[in-house]
């Protein structure tokens, strides 16, 4: 479902310093695969996540999505691609502050052209399962970070995508809602879907698939914590 080969990227500050961050990444995702990477603050998790996601341009290497080769295709369609493929939780949540949480869900499927009472529906659901639902009238500067967290958490699964890319996802949340989150995204797992998790607390998340870990810019196999799911 995913698969990418040789990602290679260094920040360039103006006046700064090169900051290598990515030294040649592979990673491979089937469908039903939940894969966590671990690593520390500033290691590359965001970075590798984003080149993943085609939310950023790697300085070399490639991305495929099934078996499309997505990140050699011009910017719109790899945007088309991102639409039709990646459910993308952010480390900063990205909310709109001006729309309620319940509206915030629901506009993911407004930009795949979807809309309607079944949608909303859908998106209350998603919200009941991660213990949101009652705060789905307030705006998001009246949400916690954990609910917002959530909250962000259904908008990036409501059109069902068969990639899910989650930042951090649990970073914000207590041990019981963390857990509410890994376990949904085990069942998306599950489902069928390839899921992809950065994260410092790869604990969280096992049983996974495979656990590697990001370090000087490599992914190296994290055998402690190598569970297979049964
Ligand atoms: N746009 C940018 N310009 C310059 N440097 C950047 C940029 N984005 C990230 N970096 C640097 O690249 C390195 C990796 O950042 P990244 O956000 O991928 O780390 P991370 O592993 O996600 O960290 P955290 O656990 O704190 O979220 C850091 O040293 C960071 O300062
Ligand atoms: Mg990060």
Redesign the pocket.
């Known amino acids: 479902m995913l698969r990418a080969r040789g990602l290679v ?1 260094t ?3 103006p006046a ?1 310093p090169r ?1 290598p ?1 990515l030294d040649g990444v592979d990673v491979d995702v089937k469908a039903g695969e939940l894969v966590v990477v671990a ?12 080149l993943l996601g085609l939310l ?1 341009d790697a300085d070399a290497g490639d991305v495929w999505f099934a078996d499309e080769h997505v990140s050699a295709l011009g910017r719109s369609a790899r945007s088309g691609a991102r639409g039709r493929f990646v459910g993308f939780v952010f ?1 900063s949540f990205l909310l709109l502050p001006s729309l309620t949480a319940l509206d915030n869900v629901v506009l993911a499927a407004r930009y795949v052209g979807r809309s309607g009472p079944e949608t909303r529906r859908r998106a209350r659901e998603l919200l009941e399962e991660l213990g949101v639902a009652e705060r789905h009238e307030h705006y998001p500067p009246q949400l916690s970070g954990g609910e917002q967290q959530r909250v962000a958490f259904c908008r990036a699964v409501l059109n069902d995508p068969p990639l899910l890319l989650a ?2 996802p649990t ?1 914000n949340l207590d041990d019981a809602n963390a857990h509410v989150i890994a376990e949904a995204l085990r069942r998306r797992a599950a489902a069928g879907g390839a899921v992809v998790v ?3 607390r790869p604990e969280a998340f096992v049983p996974a698939t495979a656990v590697f870990r ?1 370090e000087n810019g490599r992914l190296e196999g994290y055998p402690l914590k190598k569970e297979v799911a049964p």
């Open positions: 990227k920040y360039r500050a700064g900051i961050v690593g520390a603050s500033g290691s590359g998790k965001s970075t590798l996540l984003n950023e480390q930042d951090e970073g950065v994260t410092h990001i």
